[in-house]
């Protein structure tokens, strides 16, 4: 019997179809309950920029260091790594030396990107 991806996939595109369905359910009940809840309070303490309970020294609009993006995408990067090295260590004992040559080749890599840091 001839079979076609849709049939091989089936049990994972229903399983996506359900969770985008779930999702979408959930997203369109938060929405209701903002809509249906209006309640909003318009005073000072509220539209001010929270600086931890003090008052606000300066406006909230103002640059920052761009030291702070590049921490944020270091820890992209390393998770990104984690997600990578989380199903070659489960499998580690299958590989070839070639396999375990180019492991160390993206950690060596991934190392050198972070001294470089």
């Known amino acids: 019997m001839k079979t076609t991806y849709i049939f091989e996939f089936?049990?994972?595109?229903?399983?996506?179809v359900l969770c985008t369905a779930i999702a979408g359910l959930l997203l369109g009940?938060?929405?209701?309950?903002?809509?249906?809840?209006?309640?909003?309070?318009?005073?000072a303490e509220k539209l001010s920029a929270y600086e931890c309970g003090f008052d606000p020294f300066e406006e909230a609009r103002l640059q920052?260091?761009?030291?702070?993006?590049?921490v944020g995408l270091l820890f992209l990067i390393f998770d990104i790594e984690i997600v990578y090295l989380f199903p070659a260590v489960g499998i580690l004992q299958n590989f070839t030396v070639n396999e375990i040559i180019n492991i160390f080749f993206f950690l060596t890599i991934l190392t050198v990107g972070f001294l470089y840091e």
């Open 10 to 16: 089936q049990y994972f595109i229903t399983l996506f």
């Open 29 to 43: 009940i938060n929405f209701f309950i903002a809509k249906t809840k209006k309640t909003r309070i318009k005073d």
């Open 64 to 70: 920052f260091n761009v030291h702070y993006y590049i």
